[in-house]
């Protein structure tokens, strides 16, 4: 493959992956992983209205501060990217599309540094070409590829500082060991789960050049690079502790339950829902590709791309061990895996490409190409049901609570957590809801809190299963506004938006005030969203 050819190729790999990543990238923050969303979009409106840049501030704790929202300080994530929004908004305004658009680059930019890893492990550029296409198809990169969430800038910088790293293991020249680790750093900022990748690198270290005298003594002369090169990560992680209001550090230690995942009950709980997320985020067919590339690499494990693929698979040992209690309930912990995914899938593809029973170029291609249209149904099915995932009526219901309620008003959410994105349009602070009567009258006291949203199914049952809460807003409390989803003949109430003054029982919905509100584009049709308001 002509320089030329392989550079048109890329091209055209970025572009598809363009195309996939763009979806209704200024739609609201009302999809799946909206809280994500609304945390990071959020945090960034926070900094350009208020300042205060170190400090993560969200919209949903509403309860912690008379005059502001709470701050987001569970464990210490340097906002890099809400920084990065934040630029963005100063330059065109505040948009949703400019913190998507933020995420598409990075993706995008992935895509060519999966061809250029796999080379430098392996020297063939179609097998390079392969793990470049998948890492453009697959679901997970795609979706997460365009969500505003630290996850694809992280593996950006982590994929630069892989392909550095391995330019460096050829003759320990400082200037790639520099970008390496400031692109090491740089991930770990964004998200410093991905620091496990440190793992795979350890596995195609040159051990054998270490007997060189030379070699270790320019390894030794290396050592204040690497320090400072590093510094900012350690920097960010020693001050945390002080910069922190919330008293963040590092590591959230009450969620890490290391041996977790060596027990049955683990598995047994929570088996369907990591399974799920997998053929979800990579669909079966490539999952399969992918096993069948690490059987193949155990062959010819003293290679550098067979070591480099034995240790993404085995760095899910320590990183599961680490994060049990996320892996099971967030898909997009499985991001550090796609660089694995699609360089063992390619791998296989390669391997077939090669057999003897492919006797010519063009029948090779033909092969190729059948396999990888016999994945498209289930990679077009998996990529639309992360996109089809709309929490509907939640910027209906923000718009809503914007128009009704005062600047300085609050609201309570009755809902599941991605119930948070509708504060988004909101443009107001809120809380979910407290698990005690006193604690509810706290807010409405001390919080200027004057409005509940209740969403869907999940949102009535919080709201009922304290009695003491339930009977007391049924008597303090009136609808102003119900959502309505209407699906061909079908209609489903999905929100009800309550104002405290006046009762459950003398506010009544106006038939004649049913609007048309939003008409949502899904890959099965339309759906028409009303609202009714209340007389």
């Known amino acids: 493959m002509s320089p030329g050819k392989e550079k048109w190729l890329l091209l055209v790999l970025i572009l598809i992956g363009l195309s996939l990543r763009v979806h209704n990238l200024d739609f609201p923050p009302v999809g799946y992983h909206n809280m994500k969303e609304t945390e990071y979009l959020s945090e960034a409106r926070e900094f350009y209205f208020h300042g205060d840049y170190l400090h993560r501030r969200v919209a949903w704790f509403g309860m912690d501060s008379p005059d502001s929202p709470g701050y987001f300080e569970e464990y210490s994530q340097l906002p890099v990217l809400p920084w990065l929004i934040l630029a963005g908004w100063k330059v065109l305004g505040i948009h949703v599309w400019i913190g998507r658009l933020i995420i598409v680059l990075f993706s995008l930019g992935i895509i060519p540094l999966t061809y250029y890893i796999c080379y430098e492990l392996t020297g063939k550029k179609e097998l390079s070409m392969y793990a470049a296409f998948l890492m453009t198809i697959m679901p997970l990169a795609v979706f997460f590829g365009r969500n505003i969430q630290p996850e694809s800038p992280a593996l950006f910088f982590i994929a630069l500082s892989i392909y550095y790293y391995l330019k460096w293991t050829g003759d320990f020249a ?4 520099a970008v390496s680790l400031i692109s090491l750093s740089m991930g770990a900022l964004f998200k ?35 320090v400072t090169c590093l510094s900012p990560l350690f920097l960010w992680a020693l001050i945390s502790k002080i910069t922190n209001v919330g008293g963040g550090t590092l590591f959230t230690y009450e969620r890490v339950h290391p041996f977790e995942i060596f027990s049955a009950a683990y598995w047994n709980n929570y ?16 999952l399969g590709l992918a096993f069948i590339g690490l059987l193949l690499c155990l062959r010819e494990i003293k290679k550098p791309f067979s070591r480099f693929c034995a240790g993404c698979a085995l760095m899910a040992v320590p990183y599961s061990m680490i994060l049990s209690d996320y892996i099971r309930q967030h898909s997009y912990y499985q991001m550090p895996f796609l660089l694995l995914i699609s360089l063992a899938g390619a791998y296989t593809l390669y391997q077939i490409s090669e057999t003897k029973i492919v006797s010519s170029k063009s029948i090779k291609y033909l092969v190729i190409i059948g396999l990888i249209l016999l994945s498209v149904p289930a990679v077009k099915e998996s990529i639309d049901q992360h996109y089809d995932r709309i929490f509907f009526g939640l910027d209906v219901a923000g718009d809503s609570i914007n128009e009704l309620s005062n600047k300085d008003d609050r609201v309570y959410i009755a809902g599941h957590a991605q119930t948070a994105g509708m504060l988004w349009n909101a443009d107001r602070y809120g809380a979910f809801l407290p698990d005690t009567l006193e604690s509810f009258r706290a807010g409405e006291d001390e919080r200027h809190i004057k409005w509940i949203f209740v969403y869907d199914e999940s949102g009535v049952f919080n709201l009922r299963k304290n009695p003491e809460i339930w009977e007391y807003v049924a008597n303090n409390y009136s609808v102003k506004e119900m959502g309505i989803l209407k699906t061909g003949d079908t209609e489903k109430q999905m929100y009800t938006i309550m104002e405290k003054g006046g009762s459950i029982n003398t506010s009544k919905p106006n038939p004649e005030s049913l609007t048309l509100r939003k008409k949502y584009e899904t890959s099965s049709g339309e759906m028409e969203f009303y609202s009714l308001r209340a007389e």
């Open 174 to 177: 400082s200037k790639y060991l």
């Open 192 to 226: 410093y789960t991905f620091m496990i990748f440190a793992i795979p690198l350890l596995f195609v270290f040159p051990f054998e050049k270490l007997r060189n005298k030379d070699h270790r003594k320019k390894l030794v002369g290396q050592i204040p690079l690497i």
């Open 271 to 286: 088996y369907g829902a990591i399974s799920g997320f997998l053929v979800s985020n990579f669909t079966m067919f490539y």
